[in-house]
């Protein structure tokens, strides 16, 4: 039973997020270049280093995740480290201190969630990370103040997101031009967002 969530638990799953992410990095690139431009691996990659970076040097959330969130955006400039810096923003904008406690934890990840739907109007069923992001949060809502149970639920919607994105045809941003040809691989976004998710799970298990 894990009743707190502390700053130093967060650090080791941004930790965790990174290695995992660099470990996989050439499987999104070669995913984006289905529909894109084969830059993914690199981008998450890119945005997760400077976010890591910032992390490490944090105290309290609130300011934490703020500071990475701002990192994340300076760094870089594409739709990858804008989405995930609003992520971190949003959920700072839900908690503080040094300790986070069940519905502190669900609280902040809703907040990350709206802080990205301020930047992309991305649905469900468009084949892209909100695929992975959206039930992913609302995995959250899961009646239990056991945290760890809450990543592991998280978790599990996240890959499912993500699966589900194999059977979908691109509906946002360039790679709706490519119709059909969208369908039959997964969505880079979806996939490494999910890869992110397991991560943040496995570090407290
Ligand atoms: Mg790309």
Known sequence: MMDKLTVANFKSMIDQALADIKARADEFSALDAVCGDGDHGTAIVEALTAIQGSASQGTEFKTMLMDMAMTSMSKSCGSTSTLIGSFFMGMSMSVAGEELDSEQVKAMFKSGLEGVQKNTKA???????????????????????????????????????????????????????????????????????????????????
Not at 139 to 163: H, P, Q, S, V
């Open 123 to 205: 649905m469900p069923g468009d084949k892209t990370m909100m695929d992975t992001l959206v039930p992913a949060v609302e995995a959250f809502e899961k009646d239990t103040t056991d945290i760890k149970e809450l990543f592991d639920a998280a978790a599990e919607a996240a890959a499912k997101g993500a699966e589900s994105t194999i059977e979908m045809k691109a509906g946002f941003g360039r790679a709706r031009n490519l119709g059909e040809r969208s369908i039959g691989s997964a969505d880079p976004g979806a996939t490494s967002w999910a890869c992110m998710f397991n991560a943040f799970a496995s570090t407290l298990n």
